[in-house]
């Protein structure tokens, strides 16, 4: 297939000083460099080792209902919630 290509300078140069060095063609180092980086950009991304939380006990539960917010900010506070 044939078409345009418009590079920006820094690419240009970088496929320049590389076509240099490996002694290839414009037409291999720009066919191999877009190969490699579309395979790249298709495949899936690498995961992570999961993610563990430890666990930790609370210890028993301060308030006798966790609903009822008067109750929780009254022992929260230090106040005797009778």
Do not use: H
């Not at 690419?11 to 877009?34: D, F, M, P, S, Y």
């Amino acid at each position: 297939m044939r078409t345009t290509l418009t590079l920006d300078e820094d690419v240009a140069a970088l496929l320049e000083r590389i076509r240099r060095t490996w002694r290839a063609t414009l037409k291999q180092l720009v066919n191999e460099a877009l190969g490699q980086g579309l395979k790249q950009m298709t495949a899936p991304a690498p995961r992570g080792a999961p993610y563990r939380t430890r666990t930790v006990s609370l210890g028993r539960c301060l308030v006798g209902d966790l609903d009822d917010v008067s109750e929780v900010l009254a022992v929260a506070e230090g106040e005797d919630f009778s």
